[in-house]
């Protein structure tokens, strides 16, 4: 049973899955990203969810795909948390006052030429992110908040071909109310449930 993600609980997480990202690979023919997994705790139910996007279906890449805030890293950006904070305003409105980042994981390739950094945060329990939240309709479908059980808990995790346009060999993905998580995103949620200690690792073989 997962209740409350303490930031201990991601700080131990980001040290269990410091060696567990793609094998290395040059990076120059990777275009740069991150992406914000936002943790939100409810003090009083006594349990948590994690804030995912839909993507809009009319979008070059990544159209119609479940995934976390974030994006590409652009010059203006001075590191790639910085991507991942302005990326989490430009599509859902929240700012880096609302939470905290407690972290990073390691980098992993997509099949559609990024390498990804994604940054592990919490909610503030006493902002008023809420008031705020609205998704940029330019980008952005949908705004929802899945228990992290049914996102960490290895019995919604699943091992499968991917679709026959994507160029990896094999995928992750989550079962979860008929929503469509695989690829990247359900590859980092696999790697946060075993850094967790809830699952063995995922393999790093992909791509």
């Known amino acids: ?37 936002l943790f939100i705790n409810d003090e009083m139910k006594k349990n ?9 279906d009319n979008l070059r890449k990544h ?22 904070i302005r990326e989490t305003e430009e599509e859902i409105n929240i700012f880096k006052e609302h939470f905290n980042i407690i972290g990073n994981l390691p ?10 950094t994604p940054f592990l ?10 008031k705020l939240l609205k998704p940029n309709l330019s980008e952005v479908e949908q705004i929802f908040f899945p228990p992290t059980e049914c996102l960490l808990s290895p019995e919604y995790h ?13 995928t992750w993905a989550i079962n979860y109310n008929n929503k469509n998580i695989w690829g990247l995103t359900a590859r980092v949620l696999v790697t946060i449930s075993a850094g967790l200690g809830l699952r063995e690792f995922p393999p790093c073989d992909d791509i």
């Open 1 to 37: 049973m997962i209740n409350i993600i303490s930031k201990t609980d991601l700080e131990t997480c980001i040290y269990r899955v410091r060696n567990a990202g793609d094998k290395e690979r040059p990076d120059d023919k990777y275009n740069k990203a991150s992406v914000l997994v």
């Open 48 to 56: 948590s969810s994690i804030l995912m996007i839909k993507r809009k």
């Open 63 to 84: 159209a119609g795909q479940i995934a976390f805030p974030g994006g590409r890293k652009e010059k203006e950006d001075l590191n790639l948390e910085e991507t991942a």
């Open 107 to 116: 980098k992993f390739f997509t099949g559609t030429g990024y390498v990804v």
């Open 121 to 130: 945060g919490i909610i503030k329990s006493n902002s008023n992110w809420r």
């Open 158 to 170: 699943l091992r499968q071909k991917p679709p026959t346009n994507s160029s990896m060999s094999m």
